[in-house]
T-cell receptor, first 113, second 114 residues
């Protein structure tokens, strides 16, 4: 299997909450990230969490980390049409002396009225 | 201009052509990266430069040749590419390599090889 896995698609109604899930395999992961990619654009860092935390909240975004199960989730409250994008989960650890992230394939979030 | 810029944004080339992709960062970062993004595949790290020195080359075919003349500029020279090289090529930068730094991405160059 892949090092970072996430479902490919998620469809929600505007105003509902969205939850995007991710699992990873590296137990030495130190940092876990969520990136957003809008059409025609590069990846934009949304938020990240240290592995010694289990939750981080930033306005409409809530990140939950279950280190035991190696499961990361991103919850977007009151989802808007502008949230439609591809969301990438990534993890990094100090393997080989670098913290270069390993990315998942991305989850396409579709928000419909 | 701020952030990470890439030119051209779109490129169509034949298999016998030679072209170059350019990346420029205005963030004062020391590390720069090339990624390949193909449909339905994870983001693939291609090359890493730290203080203009190449630190990683992830088994990339020699038809891709990177160049980093200074910490602000990164090029990817392309020659005799294959149709399967068609993808979005993303450049990124971070403050340093070897520490947990946030990467900042450019908008990418959409490459089509005919």
């Amino acid at each position: 299997g892949e090092d970072v896995e996430q479902s490919l698609f998620l469809s929600v109604r505007e105003g509902d909450s969205s939850v995007i899930n991710c699992t990873y395999t590296d137990s030495s992961s130190t940092y876990l990230y969520w990136y957003k990619q809008e059409p025609g654009a590069g990846l934009q860092l949304l938020t990240y969490i240290f592995s010694n935390m289990d939750m981080k909240q930033d306005q409409r975004l809530t990140v939950l980390l279950n280190k035991k199960d190696k499961h990361l989730s991103l919850r977007i409250a009151d989802t808007q049409t502008g949230d439609s994008a591809i969301y990438f989960c990534a993890e990094s650890g100090a393997s080989g002396g670098s913290y270069i992230p390993t990315f998942g394939r991305g989850t396409s979030l579709i928000v419909h009225p | 201009e701020t952030g990470v810029t890439q030119t051209p944004r779109h490129l169509v080339m034949g298999m016998t052509n030679k072209k170059s992709l350019k990346c420029e960062q205005h963030l004062g970062h020391n590390a720069m990266y090339w990624y390949k993004q193909s449909a339905k595949k994870p983001l693939e790290l291609m090359f890493v430069y730290n203080f203009k020195e190449q630190t990683e080359n992830n088994s990339v075919p020699s038809r891709f040749s990177p160049e980093c003349p200074n910490s602000s500029h990164l090029f990817l020279h392309l020659h005799t590419l294959q149709p399967e090289d068609s993808a979005l090529y993303l450049c990124a930068s971070s403050q340093d390599y070897g520490s947990p730094e946030t990467q900042y991405f450019g908008p990418g160059t959409r490459l089509l090889v005919l």
